[in-house]
């Protein structure tokens, strides 16, 4: 299933890159552990039991029990639709021989930037502990963007190679200054 800018959305890595001769995309998403379809079996699974103890206790008598199973589920499934489209979240970032553009949204770009290849490059905060991620921006003259923040350190270092593959990288210390 492809989206309006023609990525393929359904991955299983939670970095991907796509090449062809035109241009270069990486796609960085949440670790996404259980589809929606998954989510729906278990919430199946526990419905049967919950469901099934609210009308053995409804027929006995104890009919209250029977709204209150109805609205745990209900909580259940709300609480793992809300999981499930927060990690519908997405860094699509495309790099052209003239742009790179990074579009951020849910099932469509909610947000974009658009940079000039030539006057991009790469910012790098270095994490300050080894169990932290170093925090890694997209900018220009004009305008930052950080990609990847809800990423693992593991998943960083990987989206930081293929970064580091299309643009300079401009390390940030501590001192306020840039390294090339």
Same mark, same amino acid.
């Given at each position: 299933?492809?989206?309006?800018?023609?990525?393929? $959305?359904?991955? +299983?890595?939670?970095?991907?890159?796509? #090449? &062809?001769?035109?241009? +270069?995309?990486?796609?960085?998403?949440? &670790?996404?552990?259980?589809?929606?379809? !998954? &989510?729906? $079996?278990?919430?199946?699974?526990?419905? @049967?039991?919950?469901?099934?103890?609210?009308?053995?206790?409804? @027929?006995?008598?104890? $009919?209250?029990?029977?709204?209150?199973?109805?609205?745990?589920?209900?909580?259940?499934?709300?609480?793992?639709? *809300?999981?499930? *489209?927060?990690?519908?979240?997405?860094?699509?970032?495309?790099?052209?021989?003239? +742009? @790179?553009?990074?579009?951020?949204?849910?099932?469509?770009?909610?947000?974009? $930037?658009?940079?000039?290849?030539?006057?991009?490059?790469? #910012?790098?905060?270095?994490?300050?502990?080894? *169990?932290?991620?170093?925090? @890694?921006?997209?900018?220009? #003259? !004009?305008?930052?963007?950080?990609?990847?923040?809800?990423? &693992?350190?593991?998943?960083?270092?990987?989206?930081?190679?293929?970064?580091? !593959?299309?643009?300079?990288?401009?390390?940030?210390?501590? +001192?306020?200054?840039?390294?090339?």
């Amino acid at each position: 299933m492809k989206n309006r800018l023609g990525v393929l $959305w359904t991955e +299983t890595n939670v970095v991907s890159v796509d #090449r &062809n001769e035109r241009e +270069t995309t990486i796609l960085v998403k949440p &670790n996404h552990s259980a589809s929606w379809r !998954q &989510n729906l $079996w278990v919430l199946a699974a526990l419905a @049967v039991p919950s469901l099934g103890a609210g009308i053995a206790f409804a @027929v006995a008598g104890a $009919w209250p029990i029977l709204p209150f199973a109805g609205i745990e589920l209900a909580a259940l499934g709300s609480a793992l639709y *809300w999981v499930n *489209w927060k990690l519908e979240y997405r860094h699509v970032i495309r790099f052209t021989d003239s +742009t @790179v553009i990074i579009d951020k949204g849910y099932f469509i770009p909610k947000r974009s $930037w658009c940079f000039a290849r030539e006057e991009t490059a790469l #910012r790098v905060s270095p994490e300050t502990h080894p *169990w932290q991620r170093p925090e @890694v921006s997209v900018h220009d #003259r !004009q305008s930052e963007t950080r990609v990847g923040d809800f990423l &693992n350190r593991e998943e960083t270092l990987e989206l930081l190679g293929l970064l580091k !593959q299309q643009l300079i990288v401009r390390t940030h210390s501590n +001192t306020d200054t840039f390294k090339a």
